[in-house]
C-alpha cells in the first residue's frame, strides 16, 4: 500500500489549497477514505470522509463549508479543497483508508508522508 499525498504549501489567511492523495496497492474503489491532520504538538484529527463511491461525506465542526473532500476512482485518487484558510489550520496532512463500524470511523493502519499545510501572512 502506497499513499502519497501532495498540493501543500504556504498560503496566506483566506487563501485556497487543493491536496491530493495517489494511492496505489490495494482496491482503492472498494474503500472509504478519509483526510487527517497533526498539528505540532496536537493529536492528529479527522479533517474529512468520503464513502467509497463518492456520495456521502462529512467533515469536522470546524472545516464545514470550507472544506470539500472529493475522490476520482479511476485515478485512485482523493483530494481535499481548502478554502477561507486560516492560520489554525496549519498542520500536516495525511490520507488514510478507513471502514465504517458501528457508526464510528476505524483507521486501516496506512499512512503516507503527509503534506505540510502552513497558513500565515
Known amino acids: 500500500v502506497q499513499l502519497v499525498e501532495s498540493g501543500g504549501g504556504l498560503v496566506q489567511p483566506g487563501g485556497s489549497l487543493r491536496l491530493s492523495c495517489a494511492a496505489s496497492g490495494f482496491a482503492f474503489s472498494s474503500y472509504a477514505m478519509s483526510w487527517y491532520r497533526q498539528a505540532p504538538g496536537k493529536e492528529r484529527e479527522l479533517v474529512a470522509h468520503i464513502t467509497s463511491a463518492g456520495d456521502s461525506t462529512d467533515y469536522a465542526d470546524s472545516m464545514k463549508g470550507r472544506f470539500t473532500i472529493s475522490r476520482d476512482n479511476a485515478k485512485n485518487t482523493v483530494y481535499l479543497e481548502m478554502n477561507m484558510l486560516k492560520p489554525e489550520d496549519t498542520a500536516v496532512y495525511y490520507c488514510?483508508?478507513?471502514?465504517?463500524?458501528?457508526?464510528?470511523?476505524?483507521?486501516?493502519?496506512?499512512w503516507g508522508q503527509g503534506t505540510q499545510v502552513t497558513v500565515s501572512s
Open positions: 488514510n483508508p478507513i471502514w465504517y463500524w458501528a457508526g464510528e470511523i476505524r483507521n486501516y493502519d496506512y
